[in-house]
C-alpha cells in the first residue's frame, strides 16, 4: 500500500528528459495515460531509447511474422520523463508489459511489481543483467561505453597521438596542438562538449560527473560513489582535477554549442567532422551510420576511438555498462513478455540489435559484430580489461536534473571558476543524497 500511494503522490512530477543519447523527437506521444491499443496474445514495450526505436520496430516485425505474436514498440525521447509517464500508465491501467528502468532508484517505484526472470535462457548468457530484491529482474538490451571519443583523422592530420594521452598535461598538449591547426583542419573546435542544463544535464550531470565517481577505478570499486552516497561528501582533490579537466573543455568547445546547444548540434557536428572530440558516449554511433550518415559520409567515414577522461596521470579506463534494463510487469502478459526478450536475446534477434541498432551485446553467445564506429574500440578496451563500472545510476534520480546540470552549466557560462564550481558541486550534493 505505502509503495502504491508513493506512486500515487508523484504523478504532479514536471515531465523532463531523464534517458541518455536522446533526441528531440518522440517516436509515440505519451499522454495522459492514454491506452495504446495491442493484438489480442501481444504485447507492448515502452522504450527510452528513441535512437533504436526503427531497428526494434523492424524486430518487433520480424517476430510477428515468425510468431504471430504482436509487439507495440512505443519509443519516448526527448521532453518526457519517463517514470513519471509510467507512473501515469499505473494509474490509469495501462501499464506497458515491459518497460524500462535506469538503476535501482527508477526501480524503486515497482518495488513488488516485477518478475524475477533468473530462470529464463537468456539469463543463463550474460553477466549483464540487473538484481534486485524481487529477483533477477532487468534484461540488458546493450552494453555501452563512455570515454573522450575522437575523430582519429582529424587527429592524425594534427599530429596528436591518442596514445600519448595519459592525463591532463598530455590532454592539454594534445587540445593545444589540434587549436593551433583549427583552420588548417578545417574544423570548427576542439571539442563538442554541451553544458545546458535542460537539454543535456543527463550527459554532463550523470555521464560526465560518473567520470569522477568511477575513471580508473576496479569495476567493484565504489570508493567515491559510497564517500557521496553515505556522507554526501566528494574527495576535494580528485575532484579537483577532474574539475579542471572540465575547465579545459569549457575553454576548448564551440562556443554555439557550449551552452545553448543541443543534443542533435553536438552529434551531427560530430559526425560532419567539426570537432574532433565530443562527450558523448558508444550510442552514437548508430547515429553516425543512420540519422546523420550524409554528414558522415561527407566527412570521410572516419575511424572512431576512445581515449579515458584522463584527469589524474594513469586513468586508462574507459566507463561500460548496460545503461537501463528492461522489466517485465507482472500483471502483464508475462508469458508472451519473456517469449519476445528470450528470442531478442538469440541469434535473430541479436543480429537486428546489433546490426542495425548498433548495440554491443550484452549476451556471451552472440557472435554478431556490430557496423558500428565504436563497436571495435570499445571491444578491445574489454579485452584488455581496461573498463570501470558506472555508477551514476545510483545517484537520486533527480540530482542532475535539479542540482548538478545547473552547477556543469554556470561553469561554463563563466559564473564559476575551478574552485567555486568545486565548492559549489560540494554543497549541493547533500540537498540530494542525505
Known amino acids: 500500500m505505502k509503495k502504491f500511494l508513493a506512486i500515487l503522490l508523484t504523478l504532479a512530477m514536471v515531465f523532463t528528459l531523464v534517458a541518455c543519447g536522446v533526441s528531440t523527437e518522440t517516436e509515440t506521444p505519451a499522454s495522459s495515460g492514454e491506452a495504446t491499443e495491442v493484438a489480442a496474445g501481444g504485447i507492448r514495450l515502452f522504450n527510452g531509447k528513441i535512437e533504436i526505436a526503427e531497428p526494434l520496430n523492424h524486430a518487433a516485425e520480424v517476430y510477428e511474422a515468425a510468431t504471430g505474436k504482436h509487439v507495440e514498440v512505443e519509443s519516448l525521447g526527448g521532453g518526457v520523463d519517463l517514470q513519471a509517464t509510467l507512473k501515469q500508465y499505473y494509474q490509469a491501467g495501462n501499464m506497458p508489459d515491459i518497460f524500462v528502468f535506469e538503476g ?4 524503486a517505484n515497482w518495488t513488488g511489481m516485477v518478475v524475477d526472470m533468473s530462470d529464463q535462457d537468456w539469463a543463463k548468457d550474460t553477466d549483464a543483467g540487473f538484481t534486485s530484491e524481487d529477483g533477477l529482474v532487468g534484461f540488458p538490451y546493450t552494453t555501452e561505453a563512455i570515454g573522450l571519443a ?11 597521438d591518442p596514445a600519448s594521452i595519459t592525463g591532463p598535461e598530455s590532454m592539454k598538449a594534445a587540445f593545444e596542438a589540434i587549436d593551433a591547426k583549427k583552420d588548417e583542419l578545417g574544423i570548427t573546435a576542439v571539442i563538442g562538449y554541451c553544458a545546458n542544463a535542460t537539454e543535456l544535464y543527463w550527459s554532463t ?16 570499486d565504489t570508493t567515491y560513489f559510497d564517500l557521496m552516497m553515505n556522507e554526501g561528501k566528494l574527495d576535494t582533490e580528485r575532484f579537483t582535477h577532474f574539475a579542471e579537466m572540465v575547465d579545459l573543455f569549457n575553454h576548448y568547445s564551440d562556443p554555439a554549442l557550449l551552452i545553448s546547444g543541443n543534443y542533435d548540434m553536438q552529434v551531427s557536428g560530430f559526425a560532419a567532422g567539426k570537432y574532433a572530440f565530443v562527450t558523448q558516449g558508444s550510442w552514437i554511433g548508430s547515429s553516425l551510420t543512420n540519422q546523420y550518415k550524409d554528414q558522415y559520409a561527407a566527412a570521410g567515414n ?14 586508462d579506463t574507459i566507463l561500460t555498462n548496460a545503461p537501463s ?16 526478450l528470450n528470442w531478442l536475446a538469440g541469434p535473430d534477434g541479436q543480429q537486428i540489435m546489433v546490426q542495425e541498432a548498433g548495440c554491443v551485446s550484452p549476451f556471451k553467445s552472440c557472435t554478431v559484430v556490430a557496423n558500428d564506429p565504436f563497436a571495435a574500440p570499445v571491444s578491445e578496451y574489454a579485452a584488455a580489461g581496461k573498463t570501470s563500472s558506472w555508477h551514476w545510476m ?9 542540482g548538478t546540470g545547473a ?25 540530494f543524497v542525505k
Open 325 to 340: 534494463h528492461w522489466a517485465v510487469y507482472k500483471d502483464g502478459n508475462v508469458s508472451e513478455a519473456e517469449a519476445f
Open 205 to 220: 550531470g550523470q555521464h560526465l560527473f560518473g567520470q569522477y565517481l568511477d575513471a580508473g577505478l576496479d569495476r567493484d
Open 104 to 107: 535501482a532508484p527508477d526501480l
Open 302 to 315: 572516419f575511424e572512431c576511438g576512445y581515449v579515458p577522461y584522463c584527469f589524474e596521470e594513469g586513468i
Open 407 to 431: 552547477i556543469f552549466q554556470d561553469f561554463a557560462m563563466g559564473n564559476e571558476d575551478v574552485a567555486s564550481f568545486v565548492e559549489a558541486m560540494a554543497s549541493v550534493i547533500p540537498d
Open 150 to 160: 575522437y575523430n582519429k583523422s582529424i587527429l592524425e592530420a594534427a599530429g596528436v
Open 394 to 402: 545510483g545517484q537520486p534520480s533527480n540530482m542532475a536534473q535539479d
